[in-house]
């Protein structure tokens, strides 16, 4: 079992930056893929970000692609998402995962399938 507690939301105006933050508990925490998705209101989840158990492999969504950046620190059982150059279209609940998966195979769900956290607010204004 793996707990996930996402931080780091907030509102902000376009072209601001934000860094979330997820920390895990739980045995064997830095042994599951992590990831990022995002739910924006009345539409379905979205992959947004997903990163490897070493971290040396990451993967981003078409959308956010070189505006944020996923990363990882095992010894401190949390999970980051950078986000520069923010969009109103960014606007979302942001949710921690972790998946028994790939880091490129997450890219393909729909939805977080394996543990996820209660997700953190990002508003962007224009």
């Known amino acids: 079992q793996v707990q996930l507690v996402e931080s780091g939301g907030g509102l902000v105006q376009a072209g601001s930056s934000l860094r979330l933050s997820c920390t895990g508990s739980g045995r064997m925490f830095s042994s599951y893929v992590l990831g990022w998705f995002r739910q924006a209101p009345g539409k379905e989840y979205e992959f947004v970000a997903s990163?490897?158990?070493?971290?040396?492999?990451?993967y981003y969504s078409d959308s956010v692609k070189g505006r944020f950046t996923i990363s990882r620190d095992n010894g401190k059982n949390t999970v980051y998402l950078q986000m520069n150059n923010l969009k109103p279209e960014d606007t979302a609940v942001y949710y921690c995962?972790?998946?028994?998966?790939?880091?490129?195979?997450?890219?393909?769900?729909?939805?977080?399938?394996?543990?996820w956290g209660q997700g953190t607010q990002v508003t962007v204004s224009s």
């Open positions: 995962a972790a998946e028994g998966t790939t880091a490129q195979a997450m890219r393909l769900l729909r939805k977080p399938d394996g543990f």
């Open positions: 990163i490897s158990w070493t971290g040396g492999g990451t």
